[in-house]
């Protein structure tokens, strides 16, 4: 499996602020990150592919230019939400690809929960 | 394509057994399973490939069937630990991006 961990846990801001979240795999290198987001009692969505070292894939109906992402290193993507809304207010987590004996699957992060006032 | 989840909810008591379905319209490249408790996030459970796979242990199994359109998760003799709710991704193209259904809230109760 793959360690991952994410910066802030939480997260309060007051509307029209930029937030920015930090997704970290801690013993494995990751060419690929994934940005997912989740409503109360609701599934998880696919916002975003980071793709290290080039521009981040955006599912349909995700604004790029809302929420950039960046994936500098093999460790390290963040996600900024930028003027941030009170409806942006949500169960931000990531995940990493990584293998699960031969097998190749997802590995969460904790998860960072935003609240924008 | 989201795959479909049943059922929605399903209350056990301590020692009864579940099965989890979920359905797609299209074969899948792969299925993962994942269990998420309140407020964290999800944590894998398996991942099936092969269609007519089953795998897993004596408490938590999951199958594949022939057609790769459907698998089941199964909980046998239920722990309070089990309590959650259970998701699983589809991959419909082996690009490792997958597709999460609605989840299945699961309570066991002593």
């Known amino acids: 499996g793959a360690v991952v961990s994410q910066h802030p846990s939480w997260v309060i801001c007051k509307s029209g602020t930029s937030v920015k979240i930090e997704c970290r795999s801690l013993d494995f290198q990751a060419t690929t990150m994934f940005w997912y987001r989740q409503f109360p009692k609701q599934s998880l969505m696919l916002m975003a592919t980071?793709?290290?070292?080039?521009?981040?894939?955006?599912e349909q109906g995700v604004e790029k230019d809302k929420f950039l992402i960046n994936h500098a290193s093999l460790t390290l993507s963040t996600l900024t939400v930028t003027s941030a809304h009170p409806e942006d207010s949500s169960f931000y987590i990531c995940?990493?690809?990584?293998?699960?004996?031969?097998?190749?699957?997802?590995?969460f992060g904790p998860g960072t929960r935003l609240l924008v006032l | 394509q989201q795959p479909v989840q049943s059922p929605q909810a399903v209350i056990l008591r301590e020692g009864e057994d579940a099965v989890i379905n979920c359905s797609s319209s299209?074969?899948?490249?792969?299925v993962h399973w994942y269990r998420q408790k309140h407020g964290e996030a999800p944590v894998f459970l398996m991942i099936?490939?092969?269609?007519?796979e089953q795998k897993g242990h004596e408490k938590i199994s999951a199958s594949f069937n022939e057609k790769k359109q459907q698998s089941s998760l199964y909980l046998t003799a239920s722990q309070l630990s089990y309590s959650g709710t259970y998701f699983c991704g589809t991959d419909e193209g082996s690009n490792y991006k997958l597709t999460f259904g609605k989840g299945t809230l699961l309570t066991v109760n002593p």
């Open positions: 995940s990493v690809n990584s293998f699960q004996g031969n097998q190749e699957t997802q590995y």
């Open positions: 099936l490939l092969k269609g007519g």
């Open positions: 980071s793709n290290e070292g080039s521009k981040a894939t955006y």
């Open positions: 299209k074969a899948l490249y792969s």
